[in-house]
């Protein structure tokens, strides 16, 4: 676990690094549940930032939800899940 400065350094990160920077170390530890977790939390992000539309979600929609991945870095998107990428990063680096 890394100790306040380290996650304070990484909550001085734009999103969009923490998400490459996440997906990364995800991707060197083989980290299949960190990117499941990370597909679960994409609707709830989506409804936070206002998009309630995107934020509807059942099983029929699973492809929809991996193009959302693919834009995970990016805009309002990014910054709501900010969280999950400075916990991921905080724990695992």
């Not at 350094?9 to 977790?37: I, M, S, T, Y």
């Not at 934020?55 to 939800?65: S, V």
């Not at 900010?82 to 695992?92: E, G, I």
Request: proline share 4%; charged share 35%; no cysteine.
């Amino acid at each position: 676990m890394a100790d306040t400065s380290d996650i304070e350094e990484l909550e001085r990160l734009p999103a969009a690094e923490l998400h490459d920077r996440a997906l990364r170390l995800a991707r060197e530890r083989r980290d299949v549940g960190f990117v499941w977790d990370l597909l679960r939390q994409i609707p709830a992000a989506n409804a936070a930032t206002g998009d309630l539309d995107r934020a509807k979600f059942d099983i029929l929609h699973g492809l929809a939800l991996l193009d959302e991945l693919r834009h995970a870095d990016e805009g309002p998107l990014a910054e709501a899940l900010r969280p999950v990428y400075v916990d991921y990063l905080a724990k695992h680096s």
